[in-house]
């Protein structure tokens, strides 16, 4: 039996669709379009070409975008200035200062700064803690795990009561996702690369949540059979027919595990297409929350 392919493109295209008729309708009724700040500091590579790509989503759904581009060598207090900037600049309305920071610069502290009803990244402490409480709820979800709920819901998912095994626990994946997938009411577990029986963990799991970054760990043997499989790895897997000379492979082997699995989300274009949709989600509803506030 092979395995549904749950289809990250189509339904990201669906989520933008949402947000630009969403954002021309405020501009029609309010003469007001949501705006987002992108925050890069320094040269990174993939880092650039993220921001680059958020930056071209949002014109492409009328949202306004403002980059800055700070030097690899930004002090602390240079990048929290800018942040107090961007604050209390009316015209912004999320601020997203992409992760990772170089070394010297402090993460907690700078995301600590963000204005919470800007905070479309959803990283402020009190948007997570809110995430992990019980009747809390925070005013933005970080957009990798926000867009895994959206994939599991549009795929007609069952989270009540469903065993759900996350692999990987980093602050902007593994972590919102297992109090996401808690406040969904499935029974979470984490693991990691101290976890002792990984296998056992994996033969329960009615929904595995792959984020650990390493290629292909996961085959179709360890799983049960009709696991629903969202696989959030982007590696690079070396391939001399590639015109790169590698192409890019999840944290899931895709071809044994689709033989087992129910659904799983094939890489690229299962979650990576869903993280920028729900960025500008997130940025449409910060705009929301200024005008409601006007
Ligand atoms: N780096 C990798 N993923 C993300 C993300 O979702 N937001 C930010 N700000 N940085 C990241």
Do not use: W
Not at 80 to 87: D, F, P, Q, R, S
Not at 245 to 265: M, P, W
Not at 279 to 292: G, V
């Amino acid at each position: 039996m092979s395995a549904t392919i749950i289809d990250g493109k189509v339904i990201a295209e669906k989520v933008r669709e949402e947000v630009r008729l969403a954002v021309a309708n405020m501009q029609q009724v309010h003469g007001y379009a949501p705006g987002l700040a992108t925050v890069l500091v320094g040269e990174d590579p993939a880092s650039s070409t993220y921001v680059r790509s958020k930056q071209r989503t949002c014109e492409q759904l009328g949202i306004r975008s403002l980059g800055y581009h700070l030097p690899a060598e930004t002090t602390q207090k240079e990048l929290e200035n800018l942040v107090a900037e961007l604050n209390a600049n009316p015209e912004v309305n999320g601020i997203l200062v992409q992760l990772p920071l170089p070394k010297h610069l402090d993460e907690e502290a700078v995301l600590n700064k963000i204005d919470l009803a800007k905070d479309v990244d959803g990283f402020h402490p009190v948007n997570i803690g809110r995430l992990a409480m019980k009747g809390r709820d925070p005013l933005f979800i970080p957009c990798t795990p926000a867009g895994c709920m959206r994939l599991l819901e549009e795929t007609g998912v069952t989270l009540k009561g469903a065993d759900a095994v996350i692999l990987g626990r980093s602050n902007i994946v593994g972590l919102p996702m297992a109090m996401l997938l808690q406040k969904a009411d499935a029974t979470v577990t984490i693991c990691h690369s101290r976890t002792k029986d990984l296998q056992a963990h994996l033969k329960r799991a009615d929904v595995l949540i792959a984020a650990v970054g390493r290629t292909e760990m996961v085959t179709g043997d360890m799983l049960k059979p009709g696991v629903v499989v969202i696989d959030v790895g982007i590696n690079q897997k070396e391939d001399p027919t590639a015109k790169r000379g590698y192409r890019l492979v999840g944290d899931v082997d895709f071809e044994s595990a689709k033989e087992v699995a129910g659904a799983i989300t094939p890489v690229p274009g299962g979650v990576g297409p869903m993280t920028i949709a729900m960025l500008m989600a997130n940025t449409l509803r910060a705009a929301e929350i200024a005008l409601s506030k006007k």
